[in-house]
C-alpha cells in the first residue's frame, strides 16, 4: 500500500525524535562518566546494608558537594558494613540527587549486584581496587577540584603545610595515567593506582584531580575538604613566593594509619 506524502513526513518526524533522543541519552551518559552495567552472572548479594550506612552516604554525598568538593564527574563509595569485600556507590547521576533507591552495591571486582540496567561510574575501578589493596580503608572519594587538578597538572608537588592535611604524605604521590585528563576505566588502572596510593591517605591523579581514602565516611569528607583546603593555601603561599614552608616529622605524620 503506497503511503501518502502525510504519512511519510509523520514517519520521518517520529524516526528524528527518537534519534535525538538516543543522542540525548548518550550525551548525559557521557558528562556523568558512564556506562551501562550488565553482568552475564552477577555475584551474590551481601544482603540488605544498614540504613544509616546509606542516608550517611546521601548526606556525605550532598556536603561534598556543597562544599565544592566533588561535581557531577566525581563520586563517593563505601564499605558494606556487612562484607568487607562489597562497597555502595550511587549509580552514576549528579551526587546532590542520589536517594537510597540509587544505591547499588558492588563486588571488589567492581561488578554491580544488581543496576537494574541503569548507569554506574565508569571509574568505579578506583574504589574496588584500593578497598581490595586496602583492608583499613572504609571510605573513598575522587574528586577534580580545580585546586586538586592545578597540582595534578603540574611538576610543583602537592605538599602539606597546614595540619588537616598531614594524612596526606609529603609529597601527595601522583599516579602517572596516561594522558592527561584520562579516567581509571579499568582495573588494570585501578590496580596501579593503588599501588601508588600504598599506605597513603591520598593520591594526585596526573591531569585528573586526586582520590582521598578513609576510615569512615566523616573521616573521608574531612580528608576531602582539607586537602582542597591544603591545595588552596599552597597555590597562594607559592604565588606569594619566598622561602616555603612545609610541615616537618612529627607535624607531618602521613601515611594512611593517621585518623581525624
Not at 76 to 83: A, E, F, G, I
Not at 223 to 243: E, F, H, K, P
Request: net charge neutral; hydrophobic share 45%; glycine share 10%.
Amino acid at each position: 500500500m503506497r503511503q501518502t506524502a502525510v504519512e511519510q513526513v509523520e514517519i520521518m518526524r517520529r524516526t528524528l525524535i527518537i534519534c535525538s533522543l538516543a543522542i540525548v541519552g548518550a550525551l548525559v551518559g557521557a558528562l556523568l562518566g558512564a556506562s551501562n552495567y550488565v553482568s552475564a552472572q552477577a555475584p551474590a548479594s551481601a544482603g540488605p546494608a544498614d540504613a544509616k550506612l546509606i542516608e550517611d552516604l546521601i548526606a556525605a554525598n550532598r556536603i561534598l558537594v556543597d562544599k565544592g568538593i566533588i561535581d557531577f564527574r566525581g563520586h563517593l563509595s563505601v564499605r558494606h558494613d556487612r562484607d568487607a569485600n562489597r562497597y555502595l556507590m550511587s549509580r552514576a547521576l549528579a551526587p546532590e540527587l542520589a536517594r537510597a533507591e540509587d544505591i547499588l552495591e558492588f563486588d571488589l571486582d567492581n561488578k554491580a549486584i544488581d543496576a537494574k540496567g541503569r548507569s554506574v561510574f565508569n571509574e568505579r575501578f578506583i574504589h574496588g581496587e584500593i578497598y581490595k589493596a586496602r583492608p583499613d580503608v572504609r571510605a573513598v572519594v575522587h574528586a577534580h577540584t580545580p585546586s586538586m587538578v592545578a597540582f595534578s597538572s603540574s611538576n610543583v608537588a602537592l605538599r602539606p603545610v597546614h595540619f588537616s592535611a598531614n594524612f596526606a604524605g609529603d609529597p601527595v604521590p601522583a599516579f602517572q595515567n596516561g594522558l592527561a585528563g584520562a579516567g581509571i576505566s579499568s582495573s588494570e588502572l585501578g590496580q596501579a593506582l593503588a599501588k601508588v596510593l600504598g599506605n597513603g591517605g591520598a593520591v594526585m591523579m596526573r591531569g585528573h584531580g586526586g582520590g582521598v581514602v578513609g576510615f569512615s565516611l566523616p573521616s573521608v569528607v574531612g580528608r576531602s575538604v582539607n586537602l582542597d583546603m591544603n591545595a588552596q593555601i599552597l597555590a597562594r603561599a607559592i604565588a606569594i613566593g619566598g622561602n616555603m614552608i612545609y610541615l616537618r616529622p612529627p607535624e607531618n605524620a602521613g601515611g594512611g594509619q593517621q585518623s581525624l
